[in-house]
């Protein structure tokens, strides 16, 4: 488990699926920034494990669907 809070990815011409892997490897995070990429498709339930997360941008980004329910811890 990493101890990371911020982690901005934000116009770093990324694609594909947000990685699954996310919501495990960073479950501290607070801030999730994914802004002004090019990420398609849904967003996983990986990310509903970031139970710490105040913060999550995905602005301008080819997503759809909705967001999974985030239980606060």
């Known amino acids: 488990m990493s101890s990371l809070e911020i982690l901005d990815l934000s116009y770093k011409m990324l694609s594909g699926d947000i990685p ?6 960073f479950s501290s995070l607070k801030v999730l920034q994914l802004r002004s990429n090019a990420y ?12 710490s997360l105040h913060i999550l ?17």
Do not use: C, M
Not at 20 to 25: D, Q, R, V
Not at 42 to 48: A, K, P, Q
Not at 57 to 73: M, Q, T
């Open 20 to 25: 699954a892997w996310i919501g495990t490897a």
């Open 57 to 73: 941008d995905l602005a301008e980004n080819n997503l759809s669907g909705s967001i999974p329910y985030i239980r606060s811890g």
């Open 40 to 51: 398609s498709g849904g967003l996983l339930f990986g990310i509903s494990k970031l139970t």
